[in-house]
């Protein structure tokens, strides 16, 4: 016989979090791998999210207080450091 699996997979990327294995018992048979991408696509959007949070945020903050030919320069450090903070710093 053949044994249907259903995939608890948003494919319309919505804002909410992937539910664990143990939140959802109605989904126990669900295969590993399906929740592990849900996982990874979770953690790239937020990584997505957060480069772009600190890029803004520390971009306009430069923008206020050093003057432009200054803050220009910024943005090459400031691209840096958010980059560092949403891909390589595991905080998420």
């Known amino acids: 016989m053949l044994k249907t699996v259903r995939l608890n997979v948003d494919w ?7 539910r664990g294995r143990s939140a959802d018992p109605d ?29 803004t945020v520390l971009g306009l903050g430069a923008d206020f207080v050093l003057p432009l030919w200054w803050a220009l320069g910024a943005t090459i450090p400031v691209f840096i ?5 949403a891909y390589r710093s595991d905080w998420f």
């Open 81 to 85: 450091l958010s980059w560092w903070v």
């Open 12 to 18: 319309r990327h919505s804002e909410s979090p992937p």
């Open 27 to 55: 989904h126990a048979d669900d295969p590993p791998a399906l929740s592990a991408y849900a996982k990874r696509l979770y953690t790239r959007r937020m990584e997505r999210k957060m480069f772009w949070l600190t890029f």
